[in-house]
């Protein structure tokens, strides 16, 4: 085993349970939550926002925006961003419009699975920020495979129960942990 540690982050769900006008020191979430163990690398997994055909300013300066934001964590050492795509879905009743995520998903669920495959190991602890269940196969297979899973969670009701089960630690989301990660 390399003692190495891999950590996860579904970007989508860390912006939903983090506190509202907290902007986040990435450097210092990983090393948090690497907790005293070598890291393999770190994974960001979001979209960029929705382009429609004919983007507004707005639309232009909120994606530049993002992009920027990649740079800055990508420019972090062994710090690697997975885009996915956002899929305009229709619109709610009340005109509000639908967007959802695609791919990813499937590219966390593959890097946990290409992570706890590859001979030799190159890690043997995976740590997860999500509360998606659709995580749970790859965490079950994690855990199969004699790698130790760390979810790192919101509060209740922000995360699928079956996968928090699952888990062998645990790691809630508090106030205090996100004002120790504040830039």
Not at 93 to 119: C, H, W, Y
Not at 151 to 162: A, F, I, K, R
């Amino acid at each position: 085993m390399s003692g190495k540690v891999a950590i996860l982050i579904d970007g989508g769900y860390l912006s939903k349970v983090c506190p509202k006008g907290t902007k986040i020191d990435f450097s210092k979430l990983v090393e948090k939550l690497r907790d005293g163990q070598p890291l393999h690398r770190a994974y960001y997994y979001n979209c960029l926002p929705y382009q429609p055909q004919n983007p507004t300013k707005e639309d232009r300066e909120r994606t530049s925006k993002t992009m920027k934001f990649y740079e800055y964590l990508n420019r972090i050492e062994r710090f690697c961003v997975r885009q996915g795509k956002l899929k305009f879905r229709g619109l709610t009743v009340n005109k509000v419009p639908i967007f959802e995520q695609k791919r990813v998903d499937l590219m966390l669920g593959l890097d946990v699975a290409s992570l706890i495959r590859t001979q030799p190991r190159v890690v043997d602890t995976i740590v997860v920020v999500t509360g998606d269940g659709d995580m749970l196969p790859a965490l079950i297979a994690a855990r199969e495979a004699e790698v130790i899973v760390k979810l790192v969670h919101g509060n209740s009701g922000t995360y699928d129960q079956e996968i928090w089960e699952n888990a062998d630690e645990r790691l809630e989301l508090s106030i205090s942990f996100f004002d120790s990660i504040k830039l």
